[in-house]
């Protein structure tokens, strides 16, 4: 079974850091992209970013609104994408999603973990 | 900036047909743009329904259906189901990597 789990949220302040997981199993990790996904309380989705395979260069995009600020990595060894996140904003808060990539689209979703931006 | 547009909300009757459509604030969505279609309920991660235009995600009923009409791309319910009720999101390729997500319609079955 294709499954993903994120970890690492939580409360940090303005101007802070932080790093959140995805550790993925059952699917060949290394051959595929991964996504990141988010969405603030009450709201839509909002695209984060994507990391391609080795095969790929490891290409990495990202949406302009987290563009400087937010980095997406990726171990193959553990089967685990990152997403760093830097400068945060309260305005970042949200669930945070990673999700396989499929022909173009998300595939397989994670549950989701929470990031809360507060002072 | 490409805005990616949704209906905010629809309505259908139960056994009823709705159709939502995904659109861009400039220009027609084509199939360049694999247009994907994703089902969210409050507080669950969303679904995979639609990929590439037209393709259902492994499970998905056949009672769900994805399309281009016109220059919007759109994603039918035929014989809409109680459950059918939750949020429904387009996301486009723009290329370079970049997708963007519609702004998610939220469908009532009443």
């Known amino acids: 079974e294709v499954q993903l789990v994120e970890s690492g949220g939580g409360l940090v302040q303005p101007g802070g850091s932080l790093k959140v997981s995805c550790a993925a199993s059952?699917?060949?990790?290394?051959?595929?992209?991964i996504h990141w996904v988010r969405q603030t309380s009450g709201k839509g989705l909002e695209w984060v970013g994507r990391?391609?395979?080795?095969?790929?260069?490891?290409?990495?995009a990202n949406a302009a609104s987290v563009n400087g600020r937010f980095t997406i990595s990726r171990d193959d060894s553990k089967n685990t994408a990152y997403l760093q996140m830097n400068s945060l904003k309260t305005e970042d808060t949200a669930v945070y999603y990673c999700?396989?990539?499929?022909?173009?689209?998300?595939?397989?979703w994670g549950q989701g973990t929470t990031v809360t931006v507060s002072s | 900036q490409t805005v990616v547009t949704q209906e905010p909300s629809f309505s259908v009757s139960p056994g009823g047909t709705v159709t939502l459509t995904c659109g861009l604030s400039?220009?027609?969505?084509?199939?360049?743009?694999?247009p994907s279609w994703y089902q969210q309920t409050p507080g669950q991660a969303p679904r995979t329904l639609i990929y590439s235009t037209n393709t259902r995600s492994s499970g998905v009923p056949d009672r769900f259906s994805g399309s281009i009409l016109g220059n919007k791309a759109a994603l039918t319910i035929t014989g809409a189901q109680a459950d059918d009720e939750s949020d429904y999101y387009c996301?486009?390729?723009?290329?370079?990597?970049?997708?963007?997500f519609g702004g998610g319609t939220k469908l009532t079955v009443l």
């Open positions: 400039s220009g027609s969505v084509s199939t360049s743009y694999y």
């Open positions: 059952g699917f060949t990790f290394s051959g595929s992209a």
């Open positions: 996301v486009l390729y723009m290329g370079s990597g970049i997708r963007v």
């Open positions: 999700a396989t990539d499929y022909y173009y689209a998300m595939g397989v």
């Open positions: 990391i391609r395979s080795k095969a790929n260069n490891y290409a990495t």
